[in-house]
């Protein structure tokens, strides 16, 4: 320390006598006279004199040096063994530092190549492989080396302090890779040793949902919510889901008791949740208990109106006919009266009874307002069943085709579409990210849908006349020509159309 002292002062004592001759010269002229001792006169040019300062410098520069070596062998040969070591290991660790400070500043700066160069340099300098280790194997990532970045990380698994650093980049190669198996295992090892870690936690939570480990799933998700990474609504939520897609495996194996449980439990845990509704009201009507499958469902229908509920709905009473249905479905209807999917369905069940005039009055001026292949398919069987021209029939069908499908299960992060719910998106693996809404409209136009509307509605008056002569259809022959055009409409629009209760 005093040693260190004496140098600053030393140095401040020469820039302030450079300082003084710079004076010196500018006042006297433009040379600079020195007197050695009296005897001699050495006359010297600004050139000169600046190299002459400069050579006092260095030579100073090494004086430094050289007295700090023989302080340090003066040390040695009075018994300090290490003394002559640690000076040299000073320069080495000034150099070590300069090199990793250099290799951290281009690793920031995105200078890969140049990180490596300088860590490599740094690891010689200096005992830091932690260090040196993972600025190399983040450099290696950046430019593409994934050889070396590997390498990198293996070398951090054999040291407690970085072992974590290394599977967890490791576990993110194999899932650059799709090595899914191989990243759930070093998932778990991760979360092992760091499970308040949050990108460990969200890794492992969607490998696990992807491989089907509802269990694991489900615990990985408590942690979550002890540690503080997740809000307890989205955690309720999120763990219906789970004991959801539990039960439906537990079913698949054929233990439907199991899966009853689980379906009734994830109800309870998210009763907005569609799946979870159906399965455990399913699970209510094998246990013979109509009333309580007729609960949950109307409880779920209140928050998200859904077509697949009124196919649970309907299979509380398999056997009853249709005006007895519609009086019955009341229960559901009287909730959400103004919603579309409440005036397709009392539509729907009005044709069933054969009430076209109640059907068009309950679907209303929903084909206009929001047309979609459902609710135009619906005014077919309206008009169908209430004797209208072929043409009118054939014009709603004609829009249905061309019409956007309405409502879907689509996911928030790819905008892919399922057929069913599923608990991962098949697209993206997301998970939970399934939800009942309708794709934008530019992804639903058809280009040709204008062009086709001509061929699929023309007709000769010749045609119209004949037509005009025919007795209309009972409501057997309309529900059959509805089912018939709504498979045309499915081969267009290549998607199918929602289940009927």
Known sequence: ???????????????????????????????????ISGF??????????????????????????????AIAFLRFLLGDETALSRYFDRNRERRGNRAMVDAMMALAAGEGRQAMTKAAKAEKLLDAPQVTNVITAQAAEMIGDRKVAEESYKKLLKDDQTRFVGIRGIMKQKLSEGDTDTALKLAEKAYALKPKHEEVQDTLLKLQAEHHDWT????????????????????RRRDAVLALSEAKDVLDAGKSIEAREAAIEANKLSPDLVPASI??????????????????????????????????????????????????????????????????????????????????????????????????????????????????????????????????????????????????????????????????????????????????????PEAETVEAEEPAPTAEEASAAVEGDENEAEIVDATPVEPKP
């Open 279 to 460: 399965m455990a009201a399913r699970g209510y009507i094998q246990k013979e208990k109509p009333r309580l499958a007729t609960r949950v469902l109307r409880k779920t229908w209140e928050s998200q109106p859904h077509p697949e509920l009124a196919v649970a709905f309907a299979e509380i009473v398999p056997d009853e006919d249709p005006k007895a249905r519609l009086k019955r479905f009341a229960e559901l209807t009287k909730t959400q009266p103004d919603h579309p999917e409440t005036k397709m369905l009392l539509a729907e069940l009005n044709i069933a009874a054969e009430d076209f005039p109640a059907a068009r009055r309950a679907i209303g001026d929903l084909a206009s307002t929001d047309p979609t292949a459902r609710s135009l398919s619906i005014m077919a069987a309206v008009e169908r069943g209430s004797g209208a021209a072929e043409a009118v029939v054939r014009g709603w069908l004609a829009k249905a085709v061309t019409a956007p499908r309405g409502p879907q299960w689509v996911c928030d992060n790819c905008h892919n579409t399922e057929a069913t719910w599923a608990p991962v998106c098949s697209n993206c693996g997301g998970f939970d990210t399934l939800s009942w809404k309708e794709l934008p409209k530019s992804e639903l136009s058809m280009p040709t849908g204008a062009e086709m509307l001509p061929l699929i509605v023309g007709q000769t």
């Open 216 to 235: 694991g799933a489900r615990k990985t998700l408590g942690t979550k919510l002890r540690t503080g990474t997740m809000p307890r609504d989205v955690h």
């Open 40 to 69: 001699k006169e050495v006359e010297l040019g600004p050139l000169q004199a600046v190299l002459v300062v400069l050579a006092l410098l260095a030579a100073l520069y090494i004086a430094f040096k050289l007295v700090s070596l």
């Open 1 to 35: 320390m005093l040693w260190s002292l004496i140098k600053i002062l030393l140095i401040v004592a020469a820039v302030a006598a450079l300082a003084v001759g710079a004076g010196y010269v500018m006042e006297n002229g433009p040379s600079v006279v020195v007197s």
